[in-house]
């Protein structure tokens, strides 16, 4: 189970130990869900929509870190000073392009997970449970990998 607290930690970790220049914020709704803006402004924006009245918000906390994949995407591109593809990447909405564009932040994501959960002492059971979610997730939004 993933508990607000949980959430809330990933949030502190992701800010603070990982990527100083984001921001994030936790938005109650009814269905979860996540978005990263690369920035208009010096801070990078993730927006996470959960269910307050979940239970478990373990999908709320893949998504961020999905989320924090393209962060760390975004900041691979501009390092090639190639932001131009990166947001082109980001625009596509299928395709082999697209597929590989999110697979990546995917995997990024779990790294960024599986440090998580090593330094919160939490059950790595989770890193499993998110690359079924991520699998899943890309096969419901036509990113099947093959």
């Known amino acids: 189970m993933v508990s607000f607290s949980t959430l809330k930690s990933a949030k502190a970790f992701l ?34 929509y959960y269910d307050p009245d979940s239970f478990d918000l373990r999908n709320a906390l893949f998504f961020l870190f999905h989320e924090a994949g393209h962060v760390l995407q975004w900041l691979a591109y501009k390092k090639d000073d190639n932001l131009t593809e990166f947001n082109k990447l980001l625009a596509i909405d299928k395709g082999e392009q697209k597929v590989a564009f999110e697979a990546i932040a995917w995997e990024l994501g779990e790294k960024l997970l599986e440090r998580f959960l090593l330094i919160e002492r939490m059950d790595s059971l989770l890193s499993r449970d998110y690359e079924l979610f991520a699998e899943n997730s890309k096969t419901t939004c036509g990113l099947t990998i093959k």
């Open 15 to 48: 800010c603070w130990d990982e990527i100083s220049d984001l921001s994030i914020q936790l938005v109650p709704v009814q269905k979860n869900t996540a978005w990263h803006y690369p920035p208009n402004t010096p801070l990078h924006s993730i927006v996470v």
